[in-house]
């Protein structure tokens, strides 16, 4: 083995790739964001008619 070779298994040397964001990733982001909108708007209401009662 060549003494000028990098080790490539060094934290530093190394940059995980990461994927890119595709339409379904955030398609499935909005759903998940306007699901839990609407419940945490639920719950709100919710709690409203408890008190006012």
Do not use: G, H, Q, R
């Not at 298994?9 to 379904?24: G, H, M, S, V, W």
């Not at 990733?25 to 909005?30: L, Q």
């Amino acid at each position: 083995m060549p003494e000028n070779e990098k080790d490539y298994y060094e934290e530093e040397d190394y940059l995980e790739e990461t994927n890119p964001l595709t339409f379904d990733d955030m398609v499935s982001f909005t759903m998940f964001a306007e699901v839990s909108l609407i419940a945490f708007t639920v719950l709100i209401f919710l709690l409203y008619l408890y008190l006012s009662s």
